[in-house]
Nanobody, 115 residues
Framework: QVQLVESGGGLVQPGGSLRLSCAAS????????MGWYRQAPGKQRELIAN???????NYADSVKGRFTISRDNAKNTMWLQMNSLKPEDTAVYYC?????????WGKGTLVTVSS
């Protein structure tokens, strides 16, 4: 059974930082491309960062320079370090794993950026 479990969300003030984690089980983690998506209220889910099985990273323009995606294949874990957070970063953040055409999703963790 595949499980992706996000953690680390919460309430943070503008300018603050959070580190999200995604713990994977039931997959051969090192083979999967991994990504972080987010969905703000009333908006579509969007890809904000991804890291390939080979460690190549890509970022959406909206988070480039502020967020850093990383992974540790030995720990079956992916992270998203989020710095300089803005109110517009408020969303539910989802972990995604994909190999070929089969994606898996976590249930999400809520990040609220507010003073």
């Amino acid at each position: 059974q595949v499980q992706l479990v996000e953690s680390g969300g919460g309430l943070v003030q503008p300018g603050g930082s959070l580190r999200l984690s995604c713990a994977a089980s039931g997959i051969v983690f090192r083979l999967y491309d991994m990504g972080w998506y987010r969905q703000a209220p009333g908006k579509q889910r969007e890809l904000i960062a991804n890291i390939t099985s080979g460690g190549i990273t890509n970022y959406a323009d909206s988070v480039k320079g502020r967020f850093t995606i990383s992974r540790d294949n030995a720990k079956n874990t992916m992270w998203l370090q989020m710095n300089s957070l803005k109110p517009e970063d408020t969303a539910v953040y989802y972990c995604n794993a994909i190999l070929g055409l089969k994606p898996y999703w976590g249930k999400g963790t809520l990040v609220t950026v507010s003073s």
